[in-house]
């Protein structure tokens, strides 16, 4: 039987098909929407758990993973800290399927000088190769964990985290 324990706004506008259109970036090892959306109690412990402080609170009160505020070191804590297992590594795997993209605001792209996400990128998921005017970015998909720990050092908000392969996954 389905739980529905809690209705708070963001639940009953998803009971009402009323998902937004980008789905929210929930943390590592959370369920698919739908079932996190059930399982999660708002408690808000893997937003207190985390090291890095790169959980918040969203408009409806579920935690959101937000890169302008650091990097995911995949460190568990808070799945650790989800007693009704919302994030769960047994259910949810890899922890996200997020991937980092750059968009045509980038600086380097539009001939200036920076390399600010390479050399955040511990993946070495960021390469430069030869462009007009200077050197491009390029991400290695494979590489590329979603950490996020470019999009907040990049100095014109160029880069952003999605799920290419399953804009539900
Ligand atoms: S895995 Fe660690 S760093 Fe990443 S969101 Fe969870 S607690 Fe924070
Ligand atoms: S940090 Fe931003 S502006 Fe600089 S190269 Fe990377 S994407 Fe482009
Ligand atoms: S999200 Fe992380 S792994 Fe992917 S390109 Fe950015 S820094 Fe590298």
């Not at 708002?42 to 937003?47: E, F, N, P, S």
């Not at 070191?73 to 996200?96: G, H, M, S, Y």
């Not at 990128?121 to 991400?139: K, N, V, Y």
């Given at each position: 039987?389905?739980?529905?324990?809690?209705?708070?706004?963001?639940?009953?506008?998803?009971?009402?098909g009323?998902?937004q259109?980008?789905?929210?970036?929930?943390?590592?090892?959370?369920?698919?929407?739908?079932?996190f959306?059930?399982?999660?109690?708002?408690?808000?412990v893997?937003?207190?758990?985390?090291p890095e402080?790169v959980?918040?609170r969203?408009e409806?009160?579920?935690p959101?993973?937000?890169p302008?505020?650091?990097?995911?070191?995949?460190?568990?804590?808070?799945?650790?800290?989800c007693i009704p297992?919302a994030?769960?590594?047994?259910q949810?795997?890899?922890?996200?399927?997020?991937?980092?993209?750059i968009?045509?605001?980038c600086?380097?792209?539009n001939?200036?000088?920076?390399?600010?996400c390479r050399?955040a990128?511990?993946?070495?998921?960021?390469?430069?190769?030869?462009?007009?005017?200077g050197?491009?970015?390029?991400l290695?998909?494979?590489?590329?964990?979603?950490?996020?720990?470019?999009v907040?050092?990049?100095?014109?908000?160029?880069?952003?985290?999605?799920?290419?392969?399953n804009?539900?996954g």
């Amino acid at each position: 039987m389905t739980r529905v324990a809690a209705f708070s706004p963001a639940r009953r506008a998803f009971l009402r098909g009323g998902v937004q259109a980008e789905p929210a970036l929930r943390p590592p090892w959370a369920l698919d929407e739908p079932n996190f959306l059930v399982a999660c109690d708002g408690c808000g412990v893997c937003i207190e758990a985390c090291p890095e402080h790169v959980l918040a609170r969203s408009e409806g009160g579920y935690p959101v993973f937000d890169p302008m505020l650091g990097e995911c070191l995949f460190c568990e804590a808070c799945v650790t800290a989800c007693i009704p297992r919302a994030l769960d590594k047994t259910q949810a795997q890899p922890a996200w399927r997020l991937k980092a993209g750059i968009a045509s605001t980038c600086l380097a792209k539009n001939g200036v000088t920076c390399f600010s996400c390479r050399d955040a990128c511990g993946e070495m998921a960021i390469r430069f190769r030869p462009a007009q005017g200077g050197a491009a970015p390029e991400l290695d998909t494979d590489r590329c964990t979603g950490c996020g720990a470019c999009v907040g050092i990049c100095p014109v908000s160029a880069i952003s985290l999605a799920r290419p392969e399953n804009p539900h996954g």
